[in-house]
């Protein structure tokens, strides 16, 4: 499985986890989960969310992540979500622009800890997944 994939696949289970009863449809799922900060070679995005268009006959499904980028200018977000045209160039993000060699992923997990959690905390976890 290449790493690109492992990273989607990451994302969908993260962001499936904790789905809102809220505003859910047959098509559409909110979920309660923070945003992730997605960092590559210095330059940070937010990915807000992740859409799976389900494979047919036997094909894989296809993934594509909702991303927030400081690169592109809010006036033209906001412009292009007003007129409910255009946004998608801004926000979506499938699997196949994926080229850099390691990506950083960043999660704020909700709750309260206890103070053995509190220590265990103080420690960063990674994990390296090459391409």
């Known amino acids: 499985?290449?790493?690109q994939q492992v990273l989607v696949d990451w994302v969908w289970n993260y962001?499936?986890?904790e789905r809102s009863d809220r505003f859910t449809t047959p098509h559409v799922t909110v979920s309660n989960k923070t945003p992730l900060y997605f960092q590559h070679q210095g330059h940070s995005r937010t990915i807000v969310g992740i859409q799976k268009k389900k494979g047919y006959r036997g094909s894989r499904d296809q993934y594509t992540l909702l991303i927030l980028d400081p690169g592109h200018r809010t006036a033209d977000l906001e412009?292009?979500?007003r007129s409910?045209?255009?946004?998608?160039?801004?926000?979506k993000r499938g699997v196949h622009t994926?080229?850099?060699?390691q990506y950083q992923l960043c999660y704020v997990?909700?709750?309260i800890a206890n103070s053995e959690e509190m220590e265990q905390l103080k420690t960063i976890d990674s994990?390296?997944?090459r391409f």
Do not use: E, H, N, Y
């Open 109 to 111: 997990d909700s709750g």
């Open 15 to 17: 962001f499936a986890s």
């Open 84 to 91: 409910k045209k255009g946004w998608q160039s801004l926000v």
């Open 98 to 101: 994926l080229r850099k060699p």
């Open 1 to 3: 499985m290449r790493g």
């Open 79 to 81: 412009r292009t979500l």
């Open 127 to 129: 994990i390296l997944v």
